[in-house]
């Protein structure tokens, strides 16, 4: 037996508590707060101007990125792939139903692995490789114009991939919800289960909605904007190309 895995056999019973809860708690709740915030872009460009802004003004965000956001996300997505490299399939421990959403919150993992990756390159690293830089709002436009622009040149395939990573990522954390509430013993019978199930299908129905409507508002909603807006700072910013008025 190697050390690592001396290591994880350990530390089996804390490190599964701590990807359980890192899945809820902070990364979870990000996920909300994130596709709430980007749905605003449906609703009202100035309202997500102002709700990302908020989010931009808090101090130490640097901070609160990495050890609220990144690490956890980090630590949940390395041990859930431990987890989903080693685990069995249970389809005779568990019913049709059950044995589904077993195999499906692993499927769901592995996306969303692989969607957050891109989605962080697309937005917050493209600079890295020699791209614009979306997350960069210069002085004579707003979060809604920055975000747009990484958003109006997307073909068809790449909002493709962003539904399929959006529908697996909220997939995994709705279902999440209800094994997590199994792991920290809350629900404890069949009944509550079966309540938490329909809780969570709810809640999941609502993020999926929030995150529809943001991928419109940043793409389509995007051309509304561009036709209905006077020619005021916005129709500048937004009838330049896209590297000229991002500093990349
Ligand atoms: C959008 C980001 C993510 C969120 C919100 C999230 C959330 C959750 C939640 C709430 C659980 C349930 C924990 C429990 O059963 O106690 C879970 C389980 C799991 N997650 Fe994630 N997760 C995310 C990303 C990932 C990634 C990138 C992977 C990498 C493959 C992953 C792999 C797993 C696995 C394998 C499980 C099942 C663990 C088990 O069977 O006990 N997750 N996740």
């Known amino acids: ?9 350990r530390h089996h019973f804390l490190l599964r508590r701590l990807h359980s809860l890192t899945g809820v708690m902070p990364v979870g709740v990000f996920l909300i707060v994130h596709l709430y915030t980007n749905s605003t872009a449906f609703v009202n460009p100035a309202k997500f101007d102002h709700e990302v802004s908020w989010i931009h003004d808090l101090p130490y965000l640097t901070l609160i990125e990495w050890c609220g956001i990144i690490f ?3 630590f949940h997505a390395a041990y859930g792939v431990v987890i989903a490299m080693t685990g069995r399939s249970n389809a005779r421990q568990y019913g049709w139903t059950d044995n589904w959403r077993y195999t499906l919150q692993r499927i769901t993992g592995w996306i969303a692995l692989v969607f957050i990756v891109v989605h962080l390159f697309h937005f917050r690293l493209r600079h890295w490789i020699g791209g614009a830089n979306y997350q960069a709002v210069s002085a004579d ?4 114009l920055a975000t747009v622009a990484g958003f109006e ?13 959006l529908t697996a990522s909220v997939y995994h954390f709705a279902n999440g919800l209800c094994t997590f509430c199994i792991t920290w013993g809350i629900t404890i019978n069949d009944r509550s289960r079966r309540g938490m199930s329909f809780a969570a299908g709810g809640l999941g129905v609502v993020m999926l909605l929030w995150g529809f409507l943001s991928l419109y508002g940043l793409t389509a909603g995007a ?10 700072s916005h129709e500048t910013a937004l ?10």
């Open 141 to 144: 436009e707003t979060p809604f």
């Open 153 to 165: 040149s997307l073909t068809f395939l790449w909002v493709l991939l962003y539904a399929i990573g």
């Open 72 to 74: 956890p996300l980090m």
């Open 223 to 232: 051309d509304r904007e561009r036709e209905s807006a006077k020619p005021d």
């Open 1 to 9: 037996m190697t050390d690592s895995a001396s290591f994880l056999d």
């Open 239 to 248: 009838s330049m190309p896209v590297e000229s008025r991002i500093g990349g």
